[in-house]
């Protein structure tokens, strides 16, 4: 949901809004119902404080950087780990890696690519 989307349901909210008032707000900005309902209670403590539009953004940026944070965290260890099978089995091919790592063989292809552009960049 942006930003402008939340400043709508801040401007829009109240407290205890029937159903057909959801319904109007979701209309308005072109979403399921059940999506601002969602993004209403996650804000609002359940709905027991006012919708803030700044502090419902700063919470999904939050969010989304340690999802960010997390997903580089894996993919670092999914390349050590082939860094790893490499130095054990430097035969090993491509398919194997993947699902011992349990990913895609593309993925390892792309982690092997990572690896050798690291390689060549410590030679220069």
């Known amino acids: 949901m942006s930003f402008q989307e939340r ?18 707000l979701a209309g308005i900005l072109n979403r399921n119902r059940v999506t601002v309902y969602r993004e209403i209670m996650k804000n609002t403590n359940n709905g027991m404080e006012l919708y803030d539009a700044r502090k419902a953004q700063k919470r999904f940026l939050e969010e989304q950087n340690k999802r960010v944070q997390i997903k580089k965290e894996k993919r670092n260890k999914n390349v050590q780990r082939v860094e790893e099978l490499l130095v054990l089995s430097p035969t090993i091919k ?19 690519k990572q690896i050798r552009l690291k390689e060549e960049e410590e030679k220069a």
């Open 7 to 24: 400043l709508v349901i801040e401007k829009l909210y109240k407290n205890n809004m029937n159903l057909s008032e959801m319904n109007a």
């Open 94 to 112: 491509q398919k194997e890696i993947a699902e011992i790592i349990g990913c895609s063989r593309s993925t390892v292809a792309n982690y092997m």
